[in-house]
């Protein structure tokens, strides 16, 4: 039997995946339907590029479609109000590069909520999962490609 794999996603994340969900099953299915009725009309599809573009948009779009539905049937939603004496998933934590670097706030979310342009790292990620289980004053080495940096936790939220 095939084991499903937890979707660790914010109250605001399972929101966010939901209306990709609605709009993608009321807009855009109907937009491409629309498209590939106008490149059928146009005749001998053997050659139309338009028909071929609305054809790999449509199993895009369904392709994306089970993702979200598969994401929403597995969500585990994280509790953002847990113990703020160690960094978790849901923790907004402040940290400092070493030895004087700049102070950054991340939000450690699940994997498919990432978005690290919005300060919300994956607990998968080299930098979420060194934080993972941390208190405020630990130092954590996280790995990186010219090699380890160090962070100092200076506070969870």
Known sequence: MIQKKEVLLTEEGLEKVMEEL????THKRHQVAQRLKEAISQGDLS???EYD??????????????????M????????????????????KVTIQE??????????????AESDPLSQ???????IGSALIGKRVGDVVNVPAPDGMIQFKILKIE
């Open 47 to 49: 050659e139309n590029s």
């Open 22 to 25: 609605e709009y993608l099953k």
């Open 98 to 111: 070493l030895p004087d670097g700049e102070v950054e706030t991340y939000t450690i979310v699940g994997s």
């Open 72 to 91: 929403i049937r597995n969500a585990k939603i994280i509790d953002q109000n847990g113990d703020k004496n160690f960094v978790s998933v849901g923790a």
């Open 120 to 126: 919300k790292i994956s607990n998968e990620s080299p």
């Open 53 to 70: 573009a609305a054809k790999e948009e449509q199993a895009f779009i369904e392709s994306r479609i089970i993702t979200l539905e598969n």
